[in-house]
């Protein structure tokens, strides 16, 4: 084979993968979108602050030490004990649940009927919010997220195929990240549980009920409070492992909460309302943006991957409104 | 009743919070929140725990006492010129604004107010030429001369020649990333090296794309212009592929001590630096008698002596000087920000003056003058000890190639000058 044929694959799967990573972002917007049809603004930050109480649980951090410090003139900044993996994404979990709750009793319950864009306004304030709030609590230095997750690229796959180019071309193997390759299958074993929780479970088909018809849901007894800490809850988890990915790369900081960007392309695509749309669209954007970046990036200067996320989208939009996967709505005058 | 609270708390706040009238005002615009907080929090603990000091041990700058007033910016550029409006009218004496981005906006409205800015490392190169932007101050050292350092570090490894050789530049894709770009066409053009350039959009959170062109294309070199997560991704992955880290530099703002792999991952990598590293010189005890053991630190204190900490807290003690400077030429201790710039455009930063105040040999010696608002643009050579997990001086403070950089600052200061109607000072 030629090496420029294997640096295309290589590109492509790569692209797949990087698709992974912005897919699990963007489930976490789905989920909330699907059950209470509200744009989470907030969902970047919520990885942010899940990844930020994932490494100060474990690495045995005092929460709020900087205020304790400067209110009773202490020097207190770790409780001098590591909290196992497990056990801190675990309590980790936890938080996040305990974000849920109040988050549907004091903001979402004062907005019940309001129209979708003061529950977007509301997310905004409650990403700014969250954002400050995870500053004073953890601080704002760069953590290491370590929960064992491998880095690098795979030696074996490296040398595998360095022998497939053509005699004479220069090629070094082909190239794949294992921390990539973690995430594919984290989020493939994360849509499938998803899946399976709301097609088969009856919190699943209450949480399908509510975001079919919340008046309808209502009125054959289920809770809209429950299901909305419920999915909140869910949404919780699901940006504590997109905060743990992202973290693995780039380390703890308060810029994990722009991955959020990445996302809004694969759901213009995928569409708001499908968890297979948001794992699809990622797909797509992540293959069309570093195939473009490859062909035509050098041509043009490069650093094209953020704007042709965003083309790439709207050109699907043109034909599709809805996205690939979303729901047609369809209004009867 | 209601209102005369109001009225009340409002001019309490404002006594609070306002500058006592014959302060040295000295605002900090910080960023302390948002993505880049993790390397604006250190600088401006820095910049405000050098003043802190200065008012603790001395009395502040000729007897009259310093203030700090700061500003938060999110090192967004629009934050930042709101900053500025808000905090001129306190008596500003200089604004250090601790973004490029901001730094441009802030040229032409700042040079109106007579107000000058000290933008050490950052902001716009040819601001280096005095005779026409007589309000900026970027000494020690620019980008253009980190960049030629480099160039010239590269070369005498390579053994003096590097010829044929292929050097990438990976760059924030901003007005700060772009700013080496055409130092090294010209340096590339003079040496004979293909030039690579790959930029990398804001925030530089995702740059498979990148990392594996240069795994394909096996530059020789890699030349870092980063900021933010911008740096530790690509540190990271120029790990993933074995890159050699010892073939790679930074510029300054890729160079602290949040660029780097935990482990021996990024053993090797060295950066551009316009100042020392550490913090064994005298004004740590100081700082650490008057102003953290006191409890006035800018921060919690464990910020003291990282790269970052020291290099606000360097561009304090310019500022410091030049201030002295000021009130000397000026037989005037509560001097206004005319006179500040003045004692910037007159500063002597000898050893006698880094060793008096408590940091010997911290940076290069300079002068300031009428022409020159860059200093000798003199770089030195830091390398991450992955052992020692520290940073080491391995390459002292030398010149650039002012003889390359000097035509660039002319063309494109005088560029500048043409399209602002500005008549260069005659100096």
């Known amino acids: 084979m030629s090496a420029d044929f294997l640096y295309l694959v290589e590109v492509i799967l790569n692209g797949l993968m990087a698709g992974v990573m912005y897919s699990l972002v963007a489930l976490g917007f789905v989920l909330i979108f699907k059950a209470s049809g509200i744009f989470n603004y907030a969902q970047g930050v919520m990885a942010l602050f899940a990844a930020l109480t994932l490494v100060g649980i474990q690495t045995g951090q005092v929460p709020f030490a900087h205020l304790i410090n400067a209110i009773f003139g202490t020097n207190v900044h770790h409780f001098g004990w590591q909290v196992p993996t497990v056990l801190a994404i675990a309590l980790t979990v936890g938080v996040m649940v305990l974000f849920a709750i109040i988050v549907e009793r004091y903001i979402l319950h004062h907005l019940v009927n309001q129209e979708p864009i003061i529950l977007f306004m509301a997310t905004i304030g409650l990403a700014y919010f969250m954002e400050g709030f995870g500053d004073i609590m953890w601080g704002s230095q760069i953590k290491t997220m370590d929960v064992g997750l491998p880095s690098g690229g795979s030696l074996w796959l490296e040398e595998y195929t360095q022998g497939w180019a053509a005699e004479g071309e220069r090629y070094y193997g082909m190239y794949l990240d294992k921390l990539d390759m973690v995430a594919s299958l984290v989020a493939i074993v994360l849509v499938v549980s998803l899946t399976i929780f709301s097609q088969y479970t009856t919190t699943g088909r209450a949480l399908r009920a509510v975001a079919d018809d919340h008046q309808a849901a209502l009125s054959v007894g289920i809770s809209l409070r429950t299901i909305w800490v419920i999915v909140w809850s869910i949404a919780g988890f699901v940006a504590l492992v997109a905060g743990i990915m992202w973290g693995a790369k780039s380390g703890v900081q308060f810029s994990l909460s722009l991955i959020a960007l990445k996302a809004l392309p694969v759901l213009m695509l995928g569409g708001f309302t499908s968890i297979p749309g948001a794992i699809i669209g990622g797909l797509i954007i992540g293959v069309g943006e570093k195939l473009f970046e490859y062909a035509i990036g050098p041509l043009i200067g490069g650093a094209t991957e953020n704007w042709f996320a965003y083309v790439l989208a709207l050109m699907f939009l043109v034909f599709r409104p809805q996205g690939l996967f979303g729901e047609k709505i369809i209004e009867r005058v | ?427």
């Open chain 2, 1 to 427: 009743m209601k209102l005369k609270q109001l009225a009340t708390i409002a001019l309490t706040t404002l006594a609070v919070s306002a500058p006592v009238a014959a302060d040295l005002v000295f605002p900090s615009l910080s960023y302390r929140t948002g993505p880049y907080a993790a390397g604006g929090t250190p600088y401006a603990d820095g910049w405000a725990d050098y003043f802190t000091m200065l008012n603790a041990r001395d009395g502040g700058i000729g007897g009259v006492m310093t203030s700090v007033p700061e500003c938060e910016t999110g090192y967004n550029t629009a934050k930042g010129v709101e900053c500025y409006e808000s905090l001129k009218g306190d008596g500003a004496l200089v604004f250090n604004p601790l973004s490029t981005g901001i730094t441009y906006q802030l040229i032409p409205k700042a040079t109106a107010d007579d107000i000058p800015l000290l933008t050490q490392g950052y902001g716009r190169t040819s601001g280096a030429n005095g005779a026409i932007f007589s309000h900026v101050f970027n000494f020690p050292a620019n980008y253009w001369a980190g960049a030629s350092r480099i160039v010239n570090r590269i070369k005498h490894e390579a053994g003096g020649d590097i010829a044929g050789k292929n050097i990438a530049l990976v760059y924030h894709n901003s007005g700060y990333g772009k700013e080496p770009i055409p130092t090294l066409k010209a340096l590339a053009e003079k040496h004979g090296f293909d030039l690579t350039l790959i930029p990398v959009d804001h925030p530089g959170q995702e740059q498979k794309s990148q990392w594996l062109q240069i795994r394909r294309e096996r530059p020789d070199n890699i030349i870092l212009y980063g900021w933010g997560v911008m740096n530790q991704v690509a540190l990271q992955e120029a790990a993933n592929i074995r890159y050699p880290m010892d073939q790679m530099f930074g510029i300054w703002w890729s160079g602290t001590e949040n660029d780097k792999l935990d482990g021996m991952a990024s053993h090797g990598y060295k950066a551009a630096t316009f100042h020392n590293v550490g913090s064994e010189y005298p004004v740590y005890k100081d700082i650490q008698k008057h102003v953290v053991d006191a409890g006035l630190a800018a921060g919690d204190g464990s910020n003291v002596g990282s790269v970052l900490y020291n290099r606000g807290m360097y561009a304090a003690m310019t500022a410091a000087t030049a201030a002295a400077t000021a009130q000397d030429m000026h037989g005037e201790k509560n001097i206004t920000a005319g006179m500040m710039r003045d004692g910037l455009e007159n500063i002597n930063m000898s050893d006698a003056v880094m060793a008096a105040a408590g940091l010997p040999k911290f940076g290069p010696e300079f002068t300031g003058s009428c022409a020159n608002h860059g200093g000798t643009g003199q770089v030195g050579i830091q390398q991450w000890d992955g052992n020692k997990q520290a940073w080491k001086l391995i390459g002292g403070f030398e010149s650039p190639d002012n003889k390359v950089i000097g035509e660039l600052i002319k063309a494109d200061s005088d560029a500048y000058a043409a399209e602002n109607n500005i008549t260069p000072r005659d100096c």
